[in-house]
């Protein structure tokens, strides 16, 4: 069983943060996670993975410790799906995966009874010739799955993106689908082929400090596109950092450049700019994707996974 903390804004997923063994919270930097609110102690609490479960224990808070508004005295089981928060604001949801549940993904048409097999971290759906799903009507490239390495499905439309779960329908374009873990004893060839990994050949230029101001720059064999608004630029800026870091420290590709989403909020509009800025980070995320895809390139170059963002590009140059 795997464990994770979800650290919620807003009922926004903004960081997800492992349980390995323990995990200690307040506001002292000797913690593993450091809480910055002043409504959490120093040493606030503990999580700890044991077995099939996670339990968490309070240390003597001031502001007391809660799962799902009980207050915990000495110690509570945290289940899944449950919100353990931290005096009155701080708030994490538990996410426990069962590691056992394997297989390979699928979607199922279910009108048509067919069953598509997800071959790439990019599968597309739409009316073009080159979409892996072809619909009757619709836009060319109606929408997109994402498949990230930890095995999180996104749903990638015109009006944004959001996680699919195994079992889970959706629709696109007015046609019903429901994507499918087939279990492992099932497969066949065509599901054991292996992921394909999407390249992005686009390069990112950024200027902080420029004569004519904060500046970026996406090119591409397809297009070109330019941003002067500072938060949009300061976003591509904080993300293109972490992927040029990451790639200076060997950060294998499917990991690298992943950039917890409230570091990329403090880039933006610095840490006094938190209060509702879950909201504007979505629209935001959502516009420079648009400028992207009017310009002619792919606009999932920028990725998000549950409390993560990440841009996918060939080449950074930061100056």
């Known amino acids: 069983m795997t464990a994770e903390l979800e650290l919620l804004r807003d009922d926004v997923v903004v960081r997800v943060v492992p349980v390995e063994g323990s995990l200690s919270l307040g ?38 410790t809660f799962v799902d508004d009980a207050p915990v005295s000495g110690s509570a089981p945290l289940a899944h799906g449950e919100v353990l928060r931290l005096g009155d604001s701080v708030c994490l ?6 590691d056992d549940v394997g297989g390979a993904l699928v979607i199922r048409d279910e009108a048509a009874g067919t069953v598509h097999p997800i071959h790439s971290d990019r599968f597309v759906l739409g009316t073009s010739m080159d979409a892996d799903v072809r619909l009757m009507a619709g836009p060319a490239r109606a929408a997109v799955l994402i498949t990230h390495a930890d095995g999180e499905v996104w749903l990638g439309t015109e009006a944004g993106e959001r996680p699919l779960e195994p079992g889970e329908h959706f629709e696109v374009a007015g046609t019903a689908f429901v994507i499918e873990l087939v279990p492992e004893d ?4 065509a599901t054991q082929q292996p992921m394909h990994q999407a390249r992005y050949p686009y390069t990112l230029t950024v200027t902080l400090d420029g004569a004519a101001g ?10 070109r596109c330019e941003w002067s608004s500072e938060s949009r630029v300061a976003l591509l800026f904080v993300l293109a950092r972490q992927l040029q870091a990451d790639r200076d420290e060997r950060t ?36 420079v994707r648009k400028d992207i895809e009017q310009a002619g390139l792919d606009p999932w170059c920028v990725e998000k996974r549950r409390g993560a963002t990440r ?6 140059i930061l100056s």
């Open 311 to 316: 841009l996918q590009v060939k080449t950074v």
């Open 186 to 189: 099932l497969h066949t060839a």
């Open 27 to 64: 506001r002292d930097l000797s913690n593993q996670l450091v809480l910055t609110d002043p409504q959490v102690s120093g040493h606030h609490a503990v999580v700890e993975a044991r077995g099939n479960g996670v339990v968490v224990r309070d240390l003597s808070s001031t502001n007391g």
């Open 93 to 98: 949801r538990a996410r426990l995966i069962d």
């Open 214 to 223: 904060s500046l970026a720059l996406l090119e591409g064999p397809d297009g």
């Open 252 to 287: 294998l590709p499917p990991l690298a450049g992943w950039c917890h989403d409230e570091d990329v909020m403090v880039g933006v509009w610095g840490r006094e700019g938190l209060s509702g800025a879950a909201s504007k980070y979505s629209v935001l995320l959502h516009r």
